[in-house]
């Protein structure tokens, strides 16, 4: 037997026992088990291979070559399983069909010769070849692994960035076992030497399956064991850094012995310190904290706190100005106080713009925090550390000396029914957002140095991230009330012009004094301002209610040459023609109503500009393979109209603006394009605009021929 047997021997036995730490962390978990079968899988395989270098026999070769394809034949799918977990993805029908496929292609290994046809010898170890079946299986293997690959790549960018760390670290892995199970399988296939070569394909899968073994358990650990919220005990934090330099030296040594003569002795001891400083040189640069000489190393080993915890910390402390959602921050800090950094209670309060008074936001454990007499700018505890600013206030003797001052006694007192040991004042700048107040450990220990600065660090950029979420909300405020007051004027201004006939007929009405003349010249003027009025408040509704489409399946072109049908009368009292160019059915799930409606709004604006004489233009063209959707429909119109200037194209877009702000039937209120907006977005569309002045305009609207997302989103309910 060989000494490259013991790689898969290894590698079965390093699988099986992250395996078994994996499931340990928690029996309850669906990704524990479903890891379970993939690690099993793992080891099966490769102590089959291990196998296969000790058989002496064709006999013993096929039993044992059975027993590798077992393990093999479940790695895709539980594979493919596994990441839609972690990736928080809804588990698709086909997932139980393959399952299905891979025990009907199980049974074929052990019951038929369909899987495995005969096995040869390659003069240093037994090779199985594939029958029938192993095509089906080579086929459903590259097809799953592209997938997760593909699905994994997608879904990095749509998560938050404190999860992104383990997609990525699952992508490496299917990469890798993309690569080496690939080829692993080309002697299986019939190809016993590299194209093009006289080199023989030696089996490197077990190589890989060591690294890609521990890279997939540390995802399921990160996902729902581990996270950010349980630090790796010192021994395991230090096993992982040893199995990694390790890996390194025993790679670089079977190259060594594969390529070195053995008549050379000569050449061992030099290629074995080689080997050793390549390895420390990579232990330095993947894990420099192996070499921390700083004093507080001692004192994190003998009070219990670890590199990876800090390590962790610090990963949450960069990540923190990355999030651009405020309760998905508070979502993360959460686990990162309670279960990393083992706090056992923590209060934060925020301070409310309208009233200035600090409120409670959040707090650990929820339910039993205590009463808190009204916390404002002015109270002891907010002005202790404006006027101080110091980085924290420290509640217990253990941190602080005896000796305080008059504030700090007032700060202490008001907030002394909390019981903390440390209050933090969350800053931007030299205002005071926030405070944050932590409890005790759950571990009953106390906080180290360590522990306070990173506190102070995290608190940092948190104080500054929410700060952001402050400015962003009093921007957005700005903008609604902005929008109001617009509205607001334009609609006082609006209904009053409208009204004034109705209010002037009833005037007279009540006082008996219509006149059948008066009578015939308020009349109409009054039924036109109610029914414009109508149309006001109607679309009003529209642009401020909350619709669900109703989609289905639609021939566009159709619906546009139904749209201009209605539209002609009045592109004919202008003069202008409309023409549409499009081909074929141009099929997309839309719903006809609303897009009808968005067409009209569009072809209404562009009779409006259009000129005595002018054409306008409606073209319908598919696009296909944009944004990783099966394909889009264009919608544009294009007008000869008077057009718009950069300034007015730019105000065009905000609701309540028009430049049909005359009376009679062409009387426009401004909601023409919100509307039209609303509905693109309901489509998950797109919608830009193109002008230039007495050049014409060019409405573009794009809409998805599918929708994905509504598909997704009603499979996940």
């Known amino acids: 037997m060989t000494t490259a047997a013991y790689v898969p021997l290894t590698a079965a036995v390093v699988n099986f026992a992250v395996t078994l730490l994996v499931l340990s962390r928690n029996l309850r978990a669906r990704v524990s088990w479903v890891y379970l079968l993939w690690g099993l899988s793992v080891s099966v395989w490769n102590l089959g291979v291990f196998f296969m270098y000790r058989a002496v026999t064709p006999e013993q070769a096929m039993f044992f070559g059975r027993l590798l394809q077992t393990g093999v034949i479940f790695l895709p799918v539980s594979l493919f399983h596994f990441c839609l977990l972690v990736a928080r993805m809804p588990l698709p029908r086909m997932l139980p069909l393959l399952y299905g496929l891979h025990g009907l292609l199980l049974a074929a290994d052990w019951g038929t010769e369909l899987f495995i046809g005969s096995v040869r010898d390659a003069g240093y170890a037994y090779y199985t070849r594939g029958g029938p079946a192993y095509w089906v299986f080579a086929v459903s293997y590259a097809a799953v692994a592209l997938y997760t690959t593909r699905m994994l790549a997608r879904r990095v960018r749509e998560l938050p960035p404190l999860h992104q760390r383990r997609l990525e670290v699952l992508l490496g892995a299917n990469a890798l076992l993309i690569i080496f199970g690939t080829h692993d399988l080309l002697p299986i296939l019939g190809l016993t030497r590299y194209p093009f070569t006289d080199l023989t394909i030696y089996p490197v899968g077990s190589i890989g399956a060591i690294g890609y073994g521990v890279l997939v358990g540390y995802s399921a650990l990160q996902h729902e064991l581990l996270d950010v919220r349980i630090a790796l005990s010192r021994v395991?934090?230090?096993?992982?850094?040893?199995?990694?330099?390790?890996?390194?030296?025993?790679?670089?040594?079977?190259?060594?012995?594969?390529?070195?003569?053995?008549?050379?002795?000569?050449?061992?001891?030099?290629s074995s310190a080689a080997v050793v400083m390549l390895s420390a040189v990579v232990a330095s640069v993947y894990f420099p904290g192996l070499f921390d000489r700083s004093g507080e190393r001692i004192e994190r080993w003998m009070l219990g706190d670890q590199l990876e915890y800090r390590n962790r910390v610090l990963r949450f402390i960069r990540s923190v100005p990355l999030y651009g959602d405020m309760e998905q921050l508070m979502a993360d800090l959460h686990p990162l106080l309670v279960q990393t950094m083992r706090v056992r209670r923590y209060q934060i309060f925020l301070l409310e713009?309208?009233?200035?008074?600090?409120?409670?936001?959040?707090?650990?454990?929820?339910?039993?925090?205590?009463?808190?007499?009204?916390?404002?700018?002015?109270?002891?505890?907010?002005?202790?550390?404006?006027?101080?600013?110091?980085?924290?206030?420290?509640?217990?003797?253990?941190?602080?000396?005896?000796?305080?001052?008059?504030?700090e006694y007032a700060a202490r007192q008001q907030c002394k029914e909390f019981a903390p040991d440390f209050c933090y004042p969350l800053m931007s700048g030299r205002e005071l957002i926030g405070l944050l107040l932590l409890g005790e450990k759950a571990t009953d220990q106390f906080y180290t140095p360590l522990d306070q600065e990173l506190l102070r660090a995290l608190v940092t950029n948190v104080g500054l991230v929410l700060n952001q979420f402050r400015l962003k909300t009093q921007v957005l405020l700005a903008e609604e009330l902005e929008l109001l007051g617009r509205m607001s004027r334009g609609m006082a201004h609006d209904l009053n012009n409208l009204i004034t006939p109705v209010w002037t007929m009833l005037q007279l009405v009540s006082e008996n004094s219509l006149t059948d003349d008066v009578r015939e010249e308020l009349l109409p003027l009054a039924l036109r301002g109610i029914e414009t009025i109508h149309n006001y408040i109607r679309e009003a509704l529209f642009v401020s209610e909350h619709k669900t489409p109703l989609f289905g399946a639609c021939e566009v072109v159709k619906l546009v040459r139904d749209t201009v049908t209605i539209h002609e009368p009045a592109a004919k009292a202008?003069?202008?023609?409309?023409?549409?160019?499009?081909?074929?059915?141009?099929?997309?799930?839309?719903?006809?109503?609303?897009?009808?409606?968005?067409?009209?709004?569009?072809?209404?604006?562009?009779?409006?500009?259009?000129?005595?004489?002018?054409?306008?233009?409606?073209?319908?063209?598919?696009?296909?393979?944009?944004?990783?959707?099966?394909?889009?429909?264009?919608?544009?119109?294009?007008?000869?109209?008077?057009?718009?200037?950069?300034?007015?194209?730019?105000?065009?877009?905000?609701?309540y603006f028009t430049t049909k702000n005359h009376g009679g039937d062409h009387r426009g209120f401004g909601l023409g394009l919100a509307i039209c907006r609303k509905i693109v977005h309901l489509h998950e569309g797109r919608l830009s605009i193109a002008s230039q002045e007495h050049k014409g305009t060019t409405v573009q609207v794009d809409l998805p021929v599918r929708q994905v997302a509504k598909a997704s989103q009603a499979t996940a309910a």
């Not at 007499?373 to 217990?396: C, G, I, K, M, N």
């Not at 393979?625 to 099966?630: A, L, M």
Request: proline letters at 10%; aromatic letters at 8%; hydrophobic letters at 50%.
């Open 574 to 655: 202008k003069g202008a023609e409309i023409a549409v160019q499009g081909e074929g059915p141009a099929v997309a799930e839309v719903e006809p109503v609303l897009l009808q409606r968005l067409l009209g709004n569009l072809l209404t604006n562009a009779i409006h500009a259009s000129p005595p004489g002018g054409a306008i233009r409606i073209e319908v063209e598919q696009l296909v393979g944009r944004n990783s959707r099966e394909g889009w429909l264009r919608l544009r119109v294009v007008d000869e109209g008077v057009g718009m200037s950069p300034d007015m194209l730019q105000e065009v877009s905000r609701p």
């Open 236 to 270: 395991a934090a230090h096993l992982v850094r040893v199995v990694f330099v390790a890996f390194v030296g025993f790679v670089l040594l079977l190259f060594l012995a594969a390529w070195v003569p053995a008549w050379m002795p000569w050449v061992a001891v030099p």
């Open 353 to 407: 713009q309208t009233n200035r008074v600090f409120a409670l936001y959040r707090a650990h454990p929820e339910g039993v925090e205590p009463a808190l007499s009204e916390l404002r700018l002015d109270s002891p505890l907010p002005r202790y550390f404006q006027a101080t600013h110091a980085a924290v206030l420290p509640f217990t003797i253990a941190y602080s000396p005896p000796a305080e001052t008059g504030p």
